[in-house]
């Protein structure tokens, strides 16, 4: 079974891939393969509208099952911000840009606690969606720790580990917000693929 990923983004595009290596009869396809797709704008105000409106317009433009994530990190002190934001927070767009913005606004900030939050879509060429959420709590660090991740990993500490999911990118893969969504579907899978959902 053809499932196309909907991401431009090669570090979700192998963690993904990475997450379902164990699935067996699912062969993965990404623009990586030479595909194209639209540009889906994501004007979304939730998580949750972001990912249904990119799994279901490029399902129907590939007739292929899609997978779409949005995902971001929200900030308690900031009221949830970046969140649908969080990869255009600066207006450079760029991971550093991104990190230096969100550690001047919170560099008097006591309260660091955060959450990583991921909406997983499912959607089918025939317009039907089913989205699965998972959230990995944490904390922001003052400094950077770690090269393995990307996006605001370096700053995002995870208290039971003692370390940012930079420092750890094989237990990212099992614990991640990201990871945890893609468990909600891997549960669900067989019922969504044989029409019992």
């Given at each position: 079974m053809k499932v196309f990923l909907a991401t431009g983004n090669k570090h979700k595009v192998d963690e993904i891939k990475a997450i379902f290596s164990g699935v067996?009869?699912?062969?993965?396809?990404s623009i990586?393969?030479?595909?194209?797709?639209?540009e889906v704008v994501e004007d979304g105000q939730t998580f949750e509208e972001n990912s249904a409106k990119k799994a279901m317009e490029i399902a129907k433009y590939t007739n292929m099952i899609t997978i779409a994530d949005d995902s971001?990190?929200?900030?308690?002190?900031?009221?949830?911000?970046?969140?649908v934001y969080s990869a255009r927070f600066s207006a450079e767009g760029t991971d550093e840009a991104n990190n230096k913005k969100l550690m001047e606004v919170m560099k008097n900030e006591k309260n660091r606690k955060c959450k990583f939050v991921s909406?997983?879509?499912?959607?089918?060429?025939?317009?039907?969606?089913y989205s699965f959420r998972g959230e990995v709590e944490g904390e922001l660090?003052?400094?950077p720790k770690g090269n393995k991740g990307f996006g605001y990993d370096p700053y995002f500490n995870v208290k039971e580990y003692g370390?940012?999911?930079?420092?750890m990118p094989e237990i990212k893969n099992k614990i991640s917000h990201r990871a945890m969504a893609l468990?909600?579907?891997e549960l669900e899978l067989n019922d969504i693929?044989?029409?019992k959902k």
């Open positions: 067996k009869d699912i062969e993965i396809y990586k393969d030479g595909i194209e797709i639209p971001g990190l929200c900030v308690d002190a900031l009221n949830g911000a970046p969140g909406v997983v879509t499912l959607g089918k060429p025939d317009g039907r969606v660090l003052y400094e370390k940012t999911l930079a420092e468990k909600k579907l693929l044989t029409d």
